[in-house]
């Protein structure tokens, strides 16, 4: 167990809706990373946070927003879904950012399927 | 930009052969390596990281050596077991892309009995 909780597990919705994922972070870790991960695609990391402000924002549609709250859970929002969007969604903390001695644990993902 | 690049999969070995799984990367300064592990049905686990040039990383049997010169960080294991079975990927992380970790594509091993 990583100490990353990441909510729901699985997620099944149709096209056009809105959905949002969640993660608690471990206990004192102030980073939190989204990443994507598609079949076709690998991991592709989505935006990061660090206590409570967005530090850092790859490829992330701008149908897909997040934000991380003062207790430093985290939710992704995902809206006017596709089927495209259909992947596993994995939220990973750190103690600050990932570099010397510091490392980032990941969540179990949430699986989303776009109907 | 900063990108790791590894070896396609999927990648099948007897019990007891030896594992090399290649990763080079690019990347200015000097960032931090690391190898995950991904087990089916389960998320990401830290399985060795090096943090500067010639660190040797090592877990569970596993290890990697962090070459500066060939920018490379391959994954290495004596003797694999089925229970190794898992897609491995290889990330970096560097000031210069904010920290963030890049991975590369991930390799699919799998060892049979």
């Known amino acids: 167990d990583s100490g990353v909780t990441q909510t729901p597990k699985h997620l099944i919705t149709a096209t056009g809706q809105r959905v949002t994922l969640r993660c608690s972070p471990r206990?004192?870790?102030?980073?939190v990373y989204w990443y994507q991960q598609s079949l076709d695609q690998g991991l592709q990391f989505l935006i990061q946070?660090?206590?409570?402000?967005?530090?850092a924002k790859g490829n992330i549609l701008e149908r897909f927003s997040a934000q991380q709250f003062p207790d430093l859970h985290s939710e992704l929002n995902l809206s006017s879904l596709e089927l495209g969007d259909s992947a596993l969604y994995f939220c990973?903390?750190?103690?600050?950012?990932?570099?010397?001695?510091?490392?980032?644990?990941f969540g179990q993902g949430t699986r989303l399927t776009v109907v | 930009g900063n990108s790791v690049t590894q070896m396609e999969g999927p990648v099948t070995l007897s019990e007891e052969a030896f594992l090399t799984i290649n990763c080079t990367y690019t990347?200015?300064?000097?960032?931090?390596l690391f190898w995950y592990v991904q087990y089916p049905g389960e998320g990401l686990q830290l399985l060795l990281k090096?943090?500067?040039?010639?660190d040797k990383g090592s877990n569970k049997g596993f290890e990697a050596t962090y070459r500066k010169e060939t920018t490379s960080f391959h994954l290495e294991k004596g003797s694999v077991q089925v229970s190794d079975s898992a897609v491995y990927f290889c990330?970096?992380?560097?000031?210069?892309?904010?920290?963030?970790?890049?991975f590369g594509s991930g390799t699919r091993l799998l060892v049979r009995p």
């Open positions: 990973a903390s750190s103690v600050d950012v990932v570099g010397v001695g510091t490392e980032a644990f």
């Open positions: 990330a970096l992380s560097a000031v210069d892309s904010s920290y963030k970790l890049i």
């Open positions: 090096a943090t500067k040039a010639d």
């Open positions: 946070y660090y206590n409570g402000e967005e530090r």
């Open positions: 206990s004192g870790d102030l980073s």
């Open positions: 990347a200015t300064g000097y960032p931090s």
